[in-house]
């Protein structure tokens, strides 16, 4: 399957402030609890984009790791190199990576090696899990995380709601994460631990749910061709999408979105 996705830094960074913001849990801490990473230890990030989950594991291990960031957008990883500039942090590497190719890394090299909200773009799911557990040292683990299928239920909701049931297009994430990927961690990795994140999203009014939306959509919407035809641009759908989401707000008092997420954690 060819995917050409590209996240931006804004739309990446619109999403990551409405979790903080609206999100009643921290998905970094629950990444972290789950991993009781040990000092010492080599990372690679896959998908690292502007350097959230580098910045998590840095702090957690005060610094005593050595970590590699990888990823194909050079506008994120501008924005990761300045963050290590700006935390003057050690042992942190930022490299161009386009996990679509053979990474330019020797075999059984990390002890961790993560990919966050990713994976599912990979033209190749196998080939690019491949890549991971090559450079993985024997015992190393993968931890991916990625939408379950009943993530984000309200989303869908509002824009059936919005198009009178338009058939929906399948979200790169949710339609691959939880089958296609599992499944291949599971047939290549010697043990496989799924995890779930569950977290709902308190909206009081309807702007924040529709400007996640906007985030949501503006990359994934290039998928979604048919969707977005004709008469129904994309600024027109979004219109019917304000006023159904409105509506509900109004009927409910508040809009609730949960996130639910899968954490696999796997042993090579
Ligand atoms: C939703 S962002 C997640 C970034 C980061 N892991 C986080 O959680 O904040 C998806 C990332 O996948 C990256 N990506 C997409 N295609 C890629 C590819 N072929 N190789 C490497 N990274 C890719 C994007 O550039 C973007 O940084």
């Known amino acids: 399957m060819k995917i050409n996705f590209q996240e931006t830094t804004k739309d990446l960074q619109v999403r990551i402030d409405i979790h903080n913001q609206f999100g009643g849990k921290n998905i970094d801490e629950w990444m972290l609890d789950l991993l009781k990473l040990e000092k010492g230890i080599n990372i690679l990030d896959v998908a ?15 610094g005593n790791c050595s970590i590699t960031g990888g990823d194909v957008s050079q506008e994120l990883l501008d924005q990761a190199q300045e963050e290590v500039n700006k935390r003057k942090m050690k042992a942190v590497n930022i490299i161009e ?15 961790l090696v993560s990919c966050c909200f990713a994976i599912y773009y ?28 009943e993530n984000k239920q309200l989303f869908y909701d ?3 709601e919005a198009t009178n049931d338009k058939p929906i297009p399948p979200m790169p994430g949710s339609s691959r ?12 990795f010697s043990k496989t631990e799924v995890n779930r994140f569950n977290n709902p999203l308190t909206f009081a009014s ?24 004709g008469e129904d641009d994309f600024e027109t759908v979004m219109a019917k999408i304000g006023k159904a989401a409105k509506r509900r707000a109004e009927t ?5 979105m949960e996130k639910v997420v899968g954490g696999f954690v796997a042993t090579k």
């Open 252 to 256: 409910d008092g508040k809009l609730v």
């Open 97 to 111: 990576l386009d996990f679509n190719k053979p990474f330019p890394i020797e075999d059984n090299q990390f002890d």
């Open 122 to 149: 990979a033209q190749d799911i196998p080939f690019t899990i491949k890549e991971i557990h090559r450079v993985l040292k024997p015992g190393g683990r993968l931890f991916t995380t990625g939408p379950m299928p």
């Open 158 to 160: 509002i824009i059936r």
């Open 206 to 229: 309807p702007e924040p749910f529709l400007a996640y939306t906007r985030a949501s959509l503006s990359e994934d919407r290039k998928l979604w061709k048919d969707f977005f035809s």
């Open 177 to 188: 994460y939880n089958f296609e990927i599992r499944e291949t961690i599971e047939g290549l």
């Open 48 to 62: 690292c984009g502007a350097g959230k989950q580098i910045i998590s594991f840095y702090n957690e291990l005060d």
